[in-house]
T-cell receptor
Framework: AQTVTQSQPEMSVQEAETVTLSCTYD???????LFWYKQPPSRQMILVIR??????QNATENRFSVNFQKAAKSFSLKISDSQLGDAAMYFC???????????????FGKGTHLIIQP | AAGVIQSPRHLIKEKRETATLKCYPI?????VYWYQQGPGQDPQFLIS???????DKGSIPDRFSAQQFSDYHSELNMSSLELGDSALYFC?????????????FGDGTRLSIL
């Protein structure tokens, strides 16, 4: 079974600065997808960014980018120019590619609570 | 853009009662997933359906069942409710399973067991 580990229960950053959230995962599969979801106090689950394992290029979405290191099984999220609205719980998630068989539900990490200091 | 619709938003039940949660996926999405998120926990995958057939099963208790109907909406039926079933239940939908298409989540149903 796949596991996802987020080793930082809480992170704090000053507004306008950059912060990096860590995520590592364990899998024996070669084809899979990785995601970062944001859960603000409203408890909605909002997709932030996704990465296909077969792509070497790191995904970027505006101020959000990832550092995907497949050999190290690492998938960190960098948030640039942090804004107050970025304050939320961030979950790293793993899903197998159906071509590789296995489960198609997401496996989440325990989450990192991001605090933005004004 | 249309999103995943879940109803009800809040539900209060007593122990040993039954509950039914409903999920209406984004139009054209053929895959539905159910997750349970306890207080302070990460979401746990329960079950998924693709084209009205069960696709995958996670940590769903035997007291729970679910199905996907011809219009692709899904219902999660919960019986003999326990205090530990108090949680936020998310439904998500996607176009296809195991594809690069991400899962889009609804706003969740908050279930409280008294």
């Amino acid at each position: 079974a796949q596991t996802v580990t987020q080793s930082q229960p809480e992170m704090s950053v000053q507004e306008a600065e950059t912060v990096t959230l860590s995520c590592t995962y364990d899998t024996s599969e070669s084809d899979y997808y990785l995601f970062w979801y944001k859960q603000p106090p409203s408890r909605q689950m909002i997709l932030v960014i996704r990465q296909e394992a077969y792509k070497q290029q790191n995904a970027t979405e505006n101020r959000f980018s990832v550092n995907f290191q497949k050999a190290a099984k690492s998938f960190s999220l960098k948030i640039s120019d942090s804004q107050l609205g970025d304050a939320a719980m961030y979950f790293c998630a793993y899903r197998t590619s159906y071509s590789g068989g296995g489960a198609d539900g997401l496996t989440f990490g325990k989450g990192t609570h991001l605090i933005i200091q004004p | 853009a249309a999103g995943v619709i879940q109803s009800p938003r809040h539900l209060i039940k007593e122990k040993r009662e039954t509950a039914t949660l409903k999920c209406y996926p984004i139009p054209r999405h053929d895959t539905v997933y159910w997750y349970q998120q306890g207080p302070g926990q990460d979401p746990q995958f329960l079950i998924s359906f693709y084209e009205k057939m069960q696709s995958d099963k996670g940590s769903i208790p035997d007291r729970f069942s679910a199905q996907q109907f011809s219009d692709y909406h899904s219902e999660l039926n919960m019986s003999s409710l326990e205090l530990g079933d108090s949680a936020l239940y998310f439904c998500a939908s996607s176009l296809g399973r195991g594809t690069r298409q991400p899962q889009h989540f609804g706003d969740g149903t908050r279930l409280s067991i008294l």
